[in-house]
């Protein structure tokens, strides 16, 4: 399988860092930035919960729903658009269908959050992210990807070698249902063997890039390589 060296060292969680500046989890739970919930009537009830702290809560599937906007444009198959670009030979945007009319990868892992919570042996389908990576046609000198969203706030990176894993997918469904809005479908990144940060909802930009650029969540102290502790794992290494 094509997996690079993973580097020694535990990831750098979203506790650790609000730790590192002083905020307890009353404090947490209030920041502005961080809205939470879930999905259905949950959901609401967070968005009328000015303290946030309803979003602490499990949801019925084990998932909470996470996004750093309190309002997400929907898009489905009429408007969903994806674009891959940069340093690239071919840049290309895919719709809906054209996504869907690749050759779709079914792999089922843990999904874990820093925050603690965990769903275990989770099944993500879609397409490579290499395939679409050959596609295009990457330049030499390419180093890394910087991916966007449709909510217009959150960003994520890989380097190449990590974005050319069998187990990194630009994701159309989870737990074997299309991805649902709150999950951000209908199109999300998914990378198995890291952090759950690090699978970016709502996906509408692949940009190829000659370094690592820190995503949202990097920028304010998170691990750029969020890769998961083999022992913390209940499906085995990836
Ligand atoms: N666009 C976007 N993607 C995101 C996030 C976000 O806030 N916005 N949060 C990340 C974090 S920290 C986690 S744990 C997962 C949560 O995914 P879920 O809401 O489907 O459970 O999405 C990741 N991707
Ligand atoms: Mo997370």
Not at 26 to 48: D, I, M, T, V
Request: proline share 6%; with cysteine; glycine share 10%.
């Amino acid at each position: 399988m094509n997996r690079e060296k993973r580097p020694e060292g535990t990831p750098i969680g979203r506790r650790t860092v609000l730790g590192m500046l002083g905020i307890g989890a009353a404090g947490f739970a209030a920041a502005p930035y961080l809205q939470r919930g879930w999905e259905g009537a949950l959901a609401k009830a967070s968005q009328n919960d000015p303290t946030g702290l309803t979003g602490l809560l499990p949801s019925p599937t084990g998932f909470r729903y996470y996004s750093i906007v309190g309002s997400v444009p929907r898009k489905n198959e009429t408007d969903y658009e994806l674009t891959i670009d940069g340093l690239v030979d071919h840049p290309k945007t895919y719709t809906l269908a054209d996504l869907r009319a690749i050759p779709q990868t079914r792999i089922v892992h843990d999904v874990l959050c820093t925050d603690g919570w965990r769903v275990n042996k989770t099944p993500f389908e879609g397409v490579r992210l290499t395939d679409l990576l050959a596609e295009a046609g990457v330049v030499n000198g390419a180093k890394a990807l910087r991916f966007t969203c449709f909510d217009g706030a959150y960003s994520e990176s890989l380097t190449l070698g990590q974005a050319r894993r069998s187990d990194v997918l630009v994701a159309l469904r989870m737990q074997d249902e299309p991805i649902t809005h709150e999950h951000g479908g209908p199109v999300r990144l998914y990378v198995a063997p890291m952090y759950f940060y690090k699978s970016a909802k709502w996906l509408s930009g692949v940009s190829v890039t000659d370094r690592v650029i820190p995503g949202y969540w990097e920028k304010r102290g998170y691990a750029v390589d969020g890769w998961l502790d083999d022992a913390d794992r209940t499906d085995g290494p990836t």
